[in-house]
């Protein structure tokens, strides 16, 4: 009887665990994403001299996003728990591979911009401004194209295993299915759009903590 406890409480405590690191990972994202739209002038041609006001926001916004990406590893951990048995294949795969995608391109965009802003700091008169727009350009391309092409379809891709299997309701997938179209037809025309994805797993992270909780109560 003991033994059995333990292995209950063990399973509830991993998935609850990393719902709770999947709503670290949207918080953070969220508050680098607004530091780094407020900081940053919308005009591309604009020149580095903002840095000069902004730089200590934005190479702070930049430090929070490798937290965020470690969190988000344990989100898509919680999400395959969830699956169990009835995961699919063809569908995993491409849920796995768009969220690795989107780690990667995210990392990738946040090194060449802290390069940027590093850079800018150090004082060595080591960033020009073709340096600095090519960088801007590289991160905004990385970023905001194919970042989020792939977190759209790691939304579609998490929906659909969910209308196939029940992990969450039917609902919250229909959302992310209309929330991923969004994302995949509005950047580069509203660049706030960005804020879906990490609201949705935070939706999501949310549900899946309270029915965590839910089953272990009635559990207890």
Not at 52 to 60: D, I, K, W
Not at 133 to 149: C, D, L, S
Not at 195 to 211: E, G, K, N, R, Y
């Amino acid at each position: 009887m003991d033994q059995e406890r333990e292995a209950r409480r063990a399973k509830l405590t991993t998935p609850r665990a990393a719902a709770v690191a999947g709503i670290l990972f949207s918080v953070l994202l969220l508050i680098s994403m607004v530091l780094i739209r407020v900081s940053i002038p919308d005009d591309p041609q604009a020149t580095s001299s903002w840095l000069s006001e902004s730089g200590n926001t934005v190479a702070l916004a930049l430090n929070l996003v490798p937290f965020a990406g470690i969190a988000f590893l344990w989100f898509i951990g919680v999400v395959r728990d969830r699956l169990g048995e009835a995961e699919d294949r063809f569908f995993s795969t491409v849920f796995l591979g768009s969220g690795l995608l989107f780690l990667a391109m995210m990392f990738t965009s946040v090194g060449v911009a802290g390069s940027v802003v590093s850079s800018y700091n150090s004082g060595t008169g080591g960033l020009d401004e073709s340096t600095y727009a090519f960088g801007r350009t590289v991160t905004y391309q990385i970023q905001n194209v194919y970042a989020m092409k792939m977190a759209a379809v790691f939304m579609i891709s998490t929906c659909t295993l969910s209308l196939r299997t029940g992990i969450f309701p039917r609902w919250m997938a229909f959302l992310g299915l209309g929330l991923a179209l969004l994302l995949l037809l509005s950047i580069g025309f509203f660049l706030w759009s960005q804020l879906v994805f990490p609201l949705w797993v935070l939706l999501i992270s949310v549900h899946i903590l309270l029915a965590n909780l839910g089953r272990s109560n009635k559990e207890d």
